[in-house]
């Protein structure tokens, strides 16, 4: 699964650079592209930095009851997304890249989903884009240990010495609301996103490269912030 969901990452994003080098070779013969720019001002996407605070309650309480530090709950990451206004209804797809550090570990989470939005409501200049996704999130944590060949209590014992990798999957929804505004061209910029992602499995962590599972499960969960450009 975590291979489909970097396949699908990479596809959307070939995409996006596609469509990208295609909207700027066209620029200069706009009258001769009414077609073209018709469909261009259909297209909503957008490309921005990420702050998101998600939390692995289970996971911290496991390492806190062995003398672990907590994996920090903030990650920063990238997210890009496009999609088509067919009128009332816009559709399309989207996905992000987060991680975040500390001193004994390392967490990287990944994430694609099809999304249902509109660009109806406005106040002022401003559209409120209300959105709802749903897709796949992978999260994977890396956690160094005090000492060669010691585990953390509940998980099995890693391969890799004083490290523990684990995975984790799981569906999820998305609700949040696009802060957008049209250009004297009709276009729609992105500039904020701010929405709330819910878990919708109490997934386990599996250690990572086999189908051992460890003693602890987690339904993820995290609010997010995005600046779009």
């Known amino acids: 699964m975590r291979g489909n969901l970097k396949s699908v990452f990479a596809v959307v994003l ?3 650079a596609s469509l990208q080098c295609s909207f700027a070779q066209e620029l200069g013969d706009s009258t001769q592209n009414s077609k073209y720019w018709k469909f261009r001002s259909k297209l909503d996407k957008y490309f921005g ?3 998101s605070y998600m939390n692995l309650s289970n996971l911290n309480e496991l390492l806190r009851a062995n003398a672990y530090p907590e ?3 903030f990650q920063f990451g990238l997210g890009l997304g496009l999609g088509y206004d067919l ?3 816009l559709l399309g797809v989207d996905l992000e890249a987060s991680i975040n550090f500390s001193d004994k570990a ?3 989470t990944g994430r694609t989903a099809l999304f249902v939005s509109t660009n109806k409501i406005k106040a002022g200049e401003v559209i409120v884009s209300p959105f709802v996704g749903f897709g796949l999130q992978s999260t994977d944590a890396r956690i160094r240990i005090k000492e060669e060949g010691a585990k953390v209590e509940g998980l099995l014992q890693s391969d890799r ?3 523990i990798e684990m995975e984790h999957f799981t569906p999820v929804v998305d609700f949040g609301l696009a802060l957008k505004k049209r ?4 276009w729609t910029n992105h500039f904020m996103r701010v929405g709330y992602r819910l878990g919708l499995e109490n997934a386990k962590w599996k250690l990572g490269g086999s ?3 460890g003693a602890v499960a987690d339904r993820i969960n995290s609010a997010y912030l995005q600046w779009s450009f």
């Open 14 to 16: 070939m995409l996006f």
């Open 49 to 51: 930095i990420q702050a």
């Open 71 to 73: 994996i920090s709950k």
């Open 87 to 89: 009128g009332p209804v």
């Open 106 to 108: 390392r967490v990287r």
């Open 161 to 163: 010495g004083n490290v």
């Open 183 to 186: 250009n004297s061209k009709g």
């Open 211 to 213: 189908n051992a599972v």
